[in-house]
């Protein structure tokens, strides 16, 4: 599975910007598809996931501001980021990932720059 995300930005608080992750393969096949971010020297961290049933979770710090979709024709994902705040500029990552039995395989696009100015 190869993910090519895009989207990300410059913008000032309070603005908006949408993420897109485009999958290579069909998202049927996938078992969820996600949104991760990362700041220097802090690890990883979930912003927001769906699943092939289209359950989302949320990072609490982005609940009612970040909405993540998808469009199962053209095999993408989104997330729409509102209200942004300068502790949400990171790169972020989209994520996919795959279960076979009771293992995991996660596939990881390239980053995408999200900077919040203040």
């Known amino acids: 599975v190869q993910l090519q995300a895009s989207g990300g930005g410059l913008v000032q608080a309070g603005g908006s910007l949408r993420l897109s992750c485009a999958a290579s393969?069909?998202?049927?096949?996938?078992?969820?598809m996600g949104w991760y971010r990362q700041t220097p020297g802090k690890q990883r961290e979930l912003v927001a996931t769906?699943?092939?049933?289209?359950?989302?979770n949320y990072a609490d710090s982005v609940k009612g501001r970040f909405t993540i979709s998808r469009d199962n024709a053209k095999n993408t994902v989104y997330l729409q980021m509102n209200s942004l705040e300068p502790e949400d500029t990171a790169v972020y990552y989209c994520?996919?990932?795959?279960?076979?039995?009771?293992?995991?395989?996660?596939?990881w696009g390239q980053g995408t720059q999200v900077t919040v100015s203040s």
């Open positions: 769906i699943t092939i049933g289209s359950s989302t």
């Open positions: 994520n996919a990932w795959k279960l076979r039995g009771m293992v995991r395989y996660d596939y």
């Open positions: 393969v069909s998202i049927f096949t996938i078992n969820g």
